[in-house]
């Protein structure tokens, strides 16, 4: 099971990023949780200089830009390899 997590404070990219990972997670059918984060000192736990962010597996994937689904969805089956 991977853990996910968005990173920003609600605004349209951050929106954006969770449907696009949402989706990703359901083309690859798998068991995955994910969350949205909105607090400033927990982002700020992640040390990244802009949202949103995706963290998969408390690693930082992306940050500060909105990756393709296609990005995702290889993000996500990386995860899944180092398992």
Same mark, same amino acid.
């Given at each position: 099971?991977?853990?996910?997590?968005?990173?920003?404070?609600?605004?349209?990219?951050?929106?954006?990023?969770?449907?696009? @990972?949402?989706?990703?997670?359901?083309?690859?059918?798998?068991?995955?949780t994910?969350?949205?984060? @909105?607090?400033?000192?927990?982002?700020g736990?992640?040390?990244?200089?802009? @949202?949103p962010?995706?963290?998969?597996?408390?690693?930082?994937?992306?940050a500060?830009?909105?990756?393709?689904?296609?990005?995702?969805t290889?993000?996500?089956?990386?995860?899944?390899?180092?398992?």
């Amino acid at each position: 099971m991977l853990t996910i997590k968005i990173l920003g404070a609600g605004c349209q990219n951050c929106q954006t990023l969770a449907a696009l @990972t949402k989706h990703a997670v359901e083309y690859l059918e798998i068991d995955a949780t994910i969350e949205k984060v @909105t607090d400033r000192e927990e982002i700020g736990k992640y040390k990244i200089l802009a @949202t949103p962010g995706l963290v998969i597996n408390e690693k930082v994937v992306s940050a500060g830009r909105i990756p393709s689904e296609a990005e995702i969805t290889t993000m996500l089956t990386s995860a899944l390899a180092t398992q």
